[in-house]
């Protein structure tokens, strides 16, 4: 078992489909639902097609869009297509994102034998689920969850897992335990056109570089399949447990929206022109800053505004390759995190701004967020978990300094663009005495170094962000200076770790992707495109097969680890083609 896995999904629920046309992950009725399939974990849920003598797979995505075709051929020369994909299209004035799937079995050449082998478990795999056959369709049932899978191929032989020809074309829809309207095979044919049409045309008006467009439209699209439409809400992958390395019990559940991921997510897909997912986060910030009032802000929630994401370990599931804990829930939730609140004001304040959006913020979303402010300027100074969610130490970590800093300098700007001088007064001189205190007390003389936290000695990849957000100047001596400290201790090859010291589970031992990213974007910006561009067109040769990245890559080995699709993994993606490419005119 490794990642090279692809992903179908369409704002509401997401499956992951090996090479072997499995899908071995799926939660219901949304991204952070029951694993009704559940093998990615060591469990028995699964929607399987084996096909007698398989020799080869092959897997592709539909050109621009999250439909994955996958052709398995037999030594006989037999070949069947597994077409894969979740609706997704708009329909009488709104879109249609049901939690469904749609699998469809295409016979390409000589008489394919197969065996479909679809089970599900409930209660995160304690059991199996209880299974009704109806004349067209299969049941899945327990008490907390259901679902049907409606189909045109021979129930007795997927209920008996029995091999059988494949002759002619079949369909599946999986979906809510309803009736459909019409034939199944109508339906399919129905959605797929629609689907495809759906993400091509989206994937058209984005506004890529011209380089590595193929990249960054698959980027932009995995993104798109982390976002949980119905609220804005934006999960930071969209599997638990994945391990960070090896045996490491380094396994969290990231089917949430943490807010600092979700900035990250928000800008880049903004970068492309494709904004309307800033304006559904929107939505889904203004619950959050109004239910919080001006207190404390968790750094992760549901999708749909859970403050409580209690941590549990599934006992029942053995985890990917056996390296469990599997958990569900993330006790980060818990967590004090200064950073959050600048991530919160960042998220939001291009809506202030942006012309292109059908409605943009105004006096009083500026009121409700200058309470985010004014919390981001009470903490700045005092000590949280930091970026890294450490559970075991709280210092006064500088990427939260500097994010408290971005919350007081961006409703600075804010209240110049709402005419409102003595408000922006106000928090340019906030903004200012939060930047003064960092310069000083987070230099590090000794190191030559921005260090991870006020009077420590450690490096941390996170303050290579001070150029991104602005706080400093990228020619800036001490951050030029920080960059090359980054470079010799934190670099491994083309790769960066977020740090290197031991943390509650030990001394990391894959580096982040992200902080890789974070490291190409500062050596673009003083200066040192040529090293940064080697750095990722290294990176770009550890994606899957699709075109995906985790959390974290094995600087030994190149493999992937962590859970997928990592969002900040995919944002560097994006990110580092805008910066690095040449420009329109300089290739066309």
Not at 565 to 570: D, F, G, K
Request: net charge negative; hydrophobic share 40%.
């Amino acid at each position: 078992m490794t990642l090279e896995l692809g992903i179908i999904g369409n704002g509401t629920v997401a499956a992951l489909v090996n090479e072997a046309a499995e899908i071995s992950w799926l939660c219901l009725p949304r991204l952070d639902g029951e694993p009704v399939f559940n093998a990615l974990l060591g469990g028995g849920g699964r929607f399987a097609v084996d096909l007698n003598g398989c020799v080869r797979t092959t897997q592709s995505y539909v050109r621009n869009t999250a439909i994955i075709e996958t052709v398995l051929e037999a030594e006989d020369g037999s070949a069947v297509r597994v077409t894969d994909f979740a609706p997704r299209f708009s329909a009488h004035g709104r879109m249609f994102r049901p939690a469904s799937i749609v699998r469809r079995l295409t016979p390409l050449r000589g008489l394919p034998q197969i065996t479909i082998r679809l089970a599900a478990e409930a209660n995160r795999g304690a059991r199996p689920m209880r299974v009704e056959r109806g004349v067209s369709h299969i049941r899945f049932l327990d008490e907390d969850c259901r679902f049907r899978v409606t189909t045109d191929a021979p129930a007795s032989y997927i209920l008996e897992q029995r091999p059988f020809v494949l002759d002619r074309e079949i369909n599946f829809v999986l979906g809510p335990d309803e009736t459909l309207s019409d034939d199944v095979r109508a339906i399919a044919l129905d959605w797929q056109d629609r689907t495809k049409s759906a993400w091509q045309i989206w994937s058209r008006r984005l506004a890529t570089p011209p380089e590595w467009q193929d990249a960054v439209i698959r980027a932009a699209i995995t993104l798109k399949l982390c976002v949980y439409e119905e609220t804005g809400g934006i999960v930071a992958a969209l599997t638990t447990s994945i391990p960070e390395h090896a045996d490491s019990g380094r396994n969290w559940d990231y089917r949430f929206c943490w807010l600092r991921d979700a900035y990250f997510t928000v800008t880049a897909l903004n970068r492309l022109s494709a904004v309307g997912t800033l304006e559904r986060y929107l939505s889904y910030l203004r619950n959050i800053v109004a239910h919080t009032d001006g207190g404390h802000i968790q750094p992760v929630y549901g999708v749909a505004l859970e403050a409580d994401l209690k941590e549990e370990i599934a006992d029942s599931l053995p985890g990917y390759r056996g390296m469990g804990p599997v958990r569900f829930g993330n006790q980060a939730a818990e967590h004090i995190q200064h950073d959050v609140y600048g991530h919160v004001i960042l998220g939001a304040s291009q809506t202030f701004f942006d012309r292109r959006l059908y409605a943009n913020a105004g006096p009083i979303e500026f009121a409700h967020f200058e309470k985010v402010g004014e919390r981001a300027y009470q903490v700045y100074n005092t000590p949280d978990a930091g970026i890294w969610e450490y559970r075991g130490r709280a210092q006064v970590h500088t990427s939260s300094a500097i994010m408290c800093w971005a919350a007081c300098d961006r409703l600075a700007r804010i209240a110049g663009v709402l005419n409102k001088p003595d408000r922006a007064r106000y928090w340019r001189t906030r903004a200012d005495e939060i930047r003064a205190h960092v310069l000083s007390e987070a230099w590090n003389e000794r190191r030559r170094a921005f260090t991870g936290a006020v009077g420590d000695e450690a490096l941390d990849a996170s303050v290579l962000l001070m150029a991104e957000i602005g706080f400093i100047d990228p020619k800036d001596p001490r951050f030029v200076a920080t960059v090359d400290r980054v470079n010799e201790e934190l670099r491994d090859g083309y790769h960066v770790y977020r740090y290197k010291r031991a943390d509650d589970f030990g001394a990391p031992q894959t580096a982040f992707t992200a902080c890789t990213f974070w490291h190409i974007d500062a050596l673009a910006r003083i200066g040192r495109a040529a090293d940064a561009r080697a750095m990722f067109e290294d990176v770009l040769k550890h994606r899957t097969r699709l075109g995906l990245l985790s959390e974290d890559i094995d600087t030994r080995t190149g493999e992937l680890w962590g859970n997928l699709p990592q969002t900040y993994s995919m944002v560097g993606v994006i990110n580092a083609a805008a910066r690095l490419s040449q420009p329109w005119d300089s290739v066309v």
